[in-house]
């Protein structure tokens, strides 16, 4: 399988898709994220998505509502629809999640 990359040349934060919702039949869509020091999201929800976060390399920082959470490699969480929940990197060195 070709491997889908998208950059952002500014902020240098990696996405690469592993599987889409084409190829899993519409179960899921997987991606996996470097993301750099400093960089992440504005607080955010979806409306019938949920969103299971898994870190793989470094610690993942997350907010969901007032929660000010820290994943480990291996450590996963899952964000129901509807909850505002953000993700982001507060460390001095990239990280990976999926």
Known sequence: MKKR?????IIKDRV??????????GAYTLIEVQ????SGNQL?????????????????ALDMGRQQLRLQAGESILVAP???HRFYNPSGQPIIFQ
């Open 35 to 38: 993301l750099q020091p400093g």
């Open 44 to 60: 955010h929800y979806h409306t019938k998505l949920a969103k299971k976060f898994t870190a793989i390399k470094g610690e993942l």
């Open 82 to 84: 509807d909850r505002l």
């Open 5 to 9: 990359v998208f950059e952002n040349a």
């Open 16 to 25: 690469m898709l592993v599987e889409s919702s084409n190829e899993t039949g």
